[in-house]
């Protein structure tokens, strides 16, 4: 580790974090049209760090939801060339009273930084911002690589403008391959790739039944209420050991192989841990026959996350109301087909509905599952790079969650992603009391310095 | 007609509705805790205008929820007592955008006004009030029978405090029967005694999995989400046909006689008329085999009202959510014991709970079902009455509603209640809209002051 880039980056610790809590402090939720100003705010503040570190060619990019940020700097010939990619987007704070300090006001507490987006993904962002500061500060204002910068405010709420952008640009946007930071650490202290990411619809019904809110003394046992349809409706979309009921769901549902399965049963899990120190209920839930790190990553699954509707004060309404709503999403996984599960929930849903009860059906947002390729030089340099700053071998895992932007780079540009991420399992994204464990953005920025360095000398 | 209190009533039935907008305009919601102010000065509104029309022993009784309204005028030996109830509290209004005048600005419009608590019941409480002044007014200074007014603010929140009073002060309100207006008319110009009522055990079922709020694709196939456990048990609470699920749960039904079941069937009520007119829905819903009156007045049913927890605003978040609720209220009819129904019911929802997910039952109220006696001179001279204001003859209906009053005027008084309201099926109670058609308002005071002059007269 003789690199000056981690030196300089070691030597101005303090001020990176700073910086970020700057960030940090602006409200750029990306799902509520009230914070739209903020996340353009968010955009120019990352555009302008860009341009201040010796990045080339800096914009922001409008676009019909929020801004892109582009930004490159192409003066490493024969070097290659990688795309940073991260979003400064992030989910809304509520439930806001279970905050432990106020999610948009940056605290640190026992060496970790409490705010919204401070892992997932503002944190991880600040840390490609400022390797490539270290980089160009060690190596007179010089990178060892060329280095493109794209990054989004439309992450949370399914990434349109930047597929569309990159399915547009691809000359543009033409690279060797993409670093993509908004994973996490298996487990403290240990280097982590990603490789497949499970992929996402998620949905919204309406269901409407009565002209007006109604009277449930008066009205109860004729009129059809909105919420029963809905609950009929979600009761058959899953059973209760979480087999999903949509004719042909699991089609395209293609198995891990024995060599992954077994790799991952060597990984330092312990499920009875897991439930008490991460999901904290009395029991684990889902299909018998598959473990946890199966069921989470290589699974799909199907969530009501929220049913707006009727009378949701403290005390007693005696409404049927005229409509009720179902936030309802399904996590897919190769290779199945987001447009062909839409279609099928949509038209399973319909046909679900009871007499009395109409149903509509919104598609909000969809994502490709992926899984990214392995043996390429890109590989091998982050794990060496990730062995020097945790002196550790590498593991590679899944992700449940969904990044629709690394199946745009592998589909369209044709270039795998590494997805290096330093959060860690327990940092509460889309939560309460999220965070950033601050010597993981540290050793962030060193990986990609070190990264980035290998890669420039290999060329 | 020759009743000088109806004349008196016609000459100040501008000032009488003017009043009621003054009452009306009191948001006085009893089961939302920042409106307790409102709720005592619509208390204090209604105490001082019947000192002021003559009554005495006015008294605002301070209870552990809302305030009682106590008055009387016991200077007509030999004539019957009458306890005049209804209620001043009124129902939430929102949702706020479906109204098209402010719910607590009365506005007139087409021969209504509308606002919340118009007819359900401010109105109706009104009527009694300014039934009581015009008598006084027109019998200088003197009642044609003995009147105690008995008025609570609790009627939508279970009205556990007027249960407490009757129970506790029998002597006080001793009494020949009651006047309980608070119900409406089967029809436009059809008058109306209702005799039978639903009663209500309502809850909120609160499911706990998660200790936080989860990301739902990092935690989706592993974390128990407690809107499917609300949602598994719900769903077997109930069959799609309507048909509750909950052992023993019909056991008390007694259905109702041959003779009342014809009568309801000569009732001018067409079932399409209904469903277009006022449910407004693609179809009826409810238990094949039974007619909608028979279904909404004398079968149980059970309703889902609410389902707070989760992301709720616009737009799509991922989040599997630590918390979840279901506010779920059953009707019963007599003979079902709401405590037996209570009792049943929460142990069924705890059977049902799946496990990873606590699940708390809450009761919020409960009201007994009845059905009043016919076979009395107060029933009589109602009929006349209202024969003589509407030139037709009284039909006898139930309400799918509950007014716990009655069952313990009938209990711990042992009298029975005319059910004796001007409501229209149309009013839009416990929704957006709500009005009173003024007309019945007017034919409301001279009902009751033609009944009061009768039942004095033939004492």
Same mark, same amino acid.
């Given at each position: 580790?003789?690199?000056?880039?981690?030196?300089?980056?070691?030597?101005?610790?303090?001020?990176?974090?700073?910086?970020?809590?700057?960030?940090?402090?602006?409200?750029?939720?990306? *799902?509520?049209?009230?914070?739209?100003?903020?996340? @353009?705010?968010?955009?120019?503040?990352? #555009?302008?760090?860009?341009?201040?570190?010796?990045? =080339?060619?800096?914009?922001?990019?409008?676009?019909?939801?929020?801004?892109?940020?582009?930004?490159?700097?192409?003066?490493?010939?024969?070097?290659?060339?990688?795309?940073?990619?991260?979003?400064?987007?992030?989910?809304?704070?509520?439930?806001?009273?279970?905050?432990?300090?106020?999610?948009?006001?940056?605290?640190?507490?026992?060496?970790?930084?409490?705010?919204?987006?401070?892992?997932?993904?503002? &944190? +991880?962002?600040?840390?490609?911002?400022?390797?490539?500061?270290?980089?160009?500060?060690?190596?007179?204002?010089?990178?060892?690589?060329?280095?493109?910068?794209?990054?989004?405010? =439309?992450?949370?709420? &399914?990434?349109?403008?930047?597929?569309?952008?990159?399915?547009?640009?691809?000359?543009?946007?033409? #690279?060797?391959?993409?670093?993509?930071?908004? *994973?996490?650490?298996?487990?403290?202290?240990?280097?982590?790739?990603?490789?497949?990411?499970?992929?996402?619809?998620?949905?919204?019904?309406?269901?409407?039944?009565?002209?007006?809110?109604?009277?449930?003394?008066?009205?109860?046992?004729?009129?059809?209420?909105?919420?029963?349809?809905?609950?009929?409706?979600?009761?058959?979309?899953? $059973?209760?050991?979480?087999?999903?009921?949509?004719?042909?769901?699991?089609?395209?549902?293609?198995?891990?192989?024995? =060599?992954?399965?077994?790799?991952?049963?060597?990984?330092?899990? $312990?499920?009875?841990?897991?439930?008490?120190?991460?999901?904290?209920?009395?029991?684990?839930? &889902?299909?018998?026959?598959?473990?946890?790190?199966?069921?989470?990553?290589?699974?799909?699954?199907?969530?009501?996350?929220?049913?707006?509707?009727?009378?949701?004060?403290?005390?007693?309404?005696?409404?049927?109301?005229?409509?009720?709503?179902?936030?309802?999403?399904?996590?897919?996984?190769?290779? +199945?087909?987001?447009?062909?599960?839409? @279609?099928?929930?949509?038209?399973?849903? +319909?046909?679900?509905?009871?007499?009395?009860?109409?149903?509509?059906?919104?598609?909000?947002?969809?994502?490709?599952?992926?899984?990214?390729?392995?043996?390429?030089?890109?590989?091998?340099?982050? *794990? =060496?790079?990730?062995?020097?700053?945790?002196?550790?071998?590498?593991?590679?895992?899944?992700? &449940?969650?969904?990044?629709?932007?690394?199946?745009?780079? +592998?589909?369209?540009?044709?270039?795998?992603?590494?997805?290096?991420?330093?959060?860690?399992?327990?940092?509460?994204?889309? #939560?309460?009391? @999220?965070?950033?464990?601050?010597?993981?953005?540290?050793?962030?920025?060193?990986?990609?310095?070190?990264?980035?360095?290998?890669?420039?000398?290999?060329?």
């Amino acid at each position: 580790m003789s690199s000056s880039a981690v030196a300089y980056a070691r030597q101005n610790q303090r001020r990176f974090l700073e910086e970020l809590k700057g960030l940090l402090r602006i409200p750029s939720i990306s *799902t509520l049209a009230e914070h739209k100003r903020d996340v @353009e705010k968010a955009a120019n503040y990352v #555009a302008a760090e860009l341009g201040r570190i010796g990045m =080339e060619n800096v914009s922001v990019i409008s676009t019909p939801g929020h801004p892109l940020i582009y930004a490159d700097w192409l003066h490493a010939p024969g070097a290659p060339t990688g795309i940073c990619y991260a979003h400064y987007d992030v989910q809304p704070p509520d439930p806001l009273g279970e905050w432990i300090s106020p999610p948009f006001e940056p605290a640190e507490r026992d060496d970790n930084l409490y705010a919204r987006g401070a892992a997932d993904d503002k &944190g +991880q962002l600040w840390m490609e911002v400022k390797a490539v500061e270290a980089l160009m500060r060690a190596h007179n204002g010089k990178l060892p690589i060329n280095v493109k910068f794209l990054l989004e405010g =439309e992450e949370e709420v &399914g990434g349109e403008s930047i597929a569309a952008f990159v399915r547009k640009e691809k000359t543009k946007l033409k #690279a060797d391959f993409a670093l993509v930071c908004d *994973t996490e650490l298996f487990a403290p202290d240990l280097p982590t790739l990603c490789v497949g990411l499970r992929g996402l619809v998620y949905t919204e019904i309406e269901a409407i039944g009565p002209k007006t809110d109604l009277h449930s003394g008066m009205y109860g046992g004729a009129a059809p209420n909105p919420f029963f349809a809905l609950i009929q409706i979600i009761s058959r979309l899953k $059973d209760e050991k979480g087999f999903i009921l949509i004719p042909d769901f699991y089609h395209g549902v293609k198995p891990p192989g024995a =060599e992954e399965l077994e790799a991952w049963s060597r990984l330092p899990f $312990d499920e009875e841990d897991y439930r008490k120190a991460e999901i904290g209920s009395n029991a684990l839930w &889902g299909e018998p026959g598959f473990s946890v790190l199966y069921r989470t990553w290589a699974r799909p699954t199907l969530d009501v996350h929220g049913m707006p509707g009727g009378f949701t004060a403290k005390g007693a309404k005696t409404v049927i109301p005229a409509r009720a709503r179902a936030k309802i999403s399904m996590r897919l996984v190769p290779d +199945q087909d987001p447009d062909d599960i839409a @279609e099928r929930y949509t038209s399973y849903v +319909q046909k679900l509905a009871p007499r009395g009860v109409e149903c509509n059906v919104k598609i909000w947002s969809k994502a490709l599952p992926c899984l990214v390729p392995t043996d390429n030089k890109y590989v091998s340099a982050a *794990t =060496e790079a990730l062995g020097e700053v945790f002196h550790k071998d590498t593991v590679f895992i899944r992700s &449940g969650g969904s990044i629709p932007i690394v199946s745009d780079f +592998q589909d369209m540009l044709n270039i795998p992603s590494l997805m290096m991420g330093f959060g860690l399992p327990d940092d509460n994204l889309h #939560a309460p009391n @999220e965070k950033f464990h601050i010597p993981n953005f540290h050793r962030g920025i060193e990986s990609i310095c070190l990264l980035f360095e290998k890669l420039g000398a290999s060329s």
